[in-house]
């Protein structure tokens, strides 16, 4: 069951992906996915936290598209190297479609902390990989459709997590 466009608050922090080839938007409730994923971690059958490869080309990409804002990047360095936070595990979410034996997935939270860590030369980020069934409870419909320019157009949401 998914989520209707027009139930969601105005300024939630909303994924969206649209598929270069199709052009076919989709859009995921972030808090909703992280507070379901909170929830497991407390319960008796937590996700894994597994380790996802760090592309450095791949997070200069979320700087080119306005995804990420260099300056909140930075901050979450500062924040990390004195103490005051520990990073959560990005979320990756599986499309349902594979490449070469793999899963496809999106990196639905986390582009700032994946940048951070490119930054600071990591090869790898703790992640949680969600299947389709488990995430796509949270994918928003009737959502209007925009383009790719459209989407970075759209400011980006400063979240303090």
């Given at each position: 069951?998914?989520?209707?466009?027009?139930?969601?608050?105005?300024?939630?922090?909303?994924?969206?992906?649209?598929?270069?080839?199709?052009?076919?938007?989709?859009?995921?409730?972030?808090?909703?996915?992280?507070?379901?994923?909170?929830?497991?971690?407390?319960?008796?059958?937590?996700?894994?936290?597994?380790?996802?490869?760090?592309?450095?080309?791949?997070?200069?990409?979320?700087?080119?598209?306005?995804?990420?804002?260099?300056?909140?990047?930075?901050?979450?360095?500062?924040?990390?190297?004195?103490?005051?936070?520990?990073?959560d595990p990005?979320?990756?979410?599986?499309?349902?479609?594979?490449?070469?034996?793999?899963?496809?997935?999106?990196?639905?939270?986390?582009?700032?902390?994946?940048?951070?860590?490119?930054?600071?030369?990591?090869?790898?980020?703790?992640?949680?990989?969600?299947?389709?069934?488990?995430?796509?409870?949270?994918?928003?419909?009737?959502?209007?459709?925009?383009?790719?320019?459209?989407?970075?157009?759209?400011p980006i949401?400063?979240?303090?997590?």
């Amino acid at each position: 069951m998914a989520i209707h466009y027009k139930t969601v608050p105005s300024g939630t922090a909303i994924y969206t992906w649209i598929d270069q080839t199709t052009g076919e938007n989709w859009h995921v409730h972030v808090p909703l996915l992280r507070e379901y994923i909170a929830k497991r971690q407390a319960s008796a059958k937590p996700f894994d936290v597994k380790l996802a490869p760090v592309d450095e080309s791949f997070a200069r990409t979320f700087l080119d598209d306005n995804s990420v804002d260099l300056q909140r990047v930075i901050q979450l360095g500062v924040e990390v190297t004195s103490g005051k936070r520990k990073l959560d595990p990005i979320i990756l979410c599986e499309r349902g479609t594979y490449t070469n034996g793999n899963p496809d997935v999106l990196l639905v939270d986390g582009h700032h902390r994946y940048c951070l860590c490119a930054m600071a030369g990591e090869q790898f980020i703790p992640c949680f990989c969600l299947s389709m069934h488990q995430w796509k409870r949270f994918r928003i419909v009737g959502a209007p459709d925009m383009n790719v320019d459209q989407l970075r157009d759209i400011p980006i949401l400063k979240r303090n997590y």
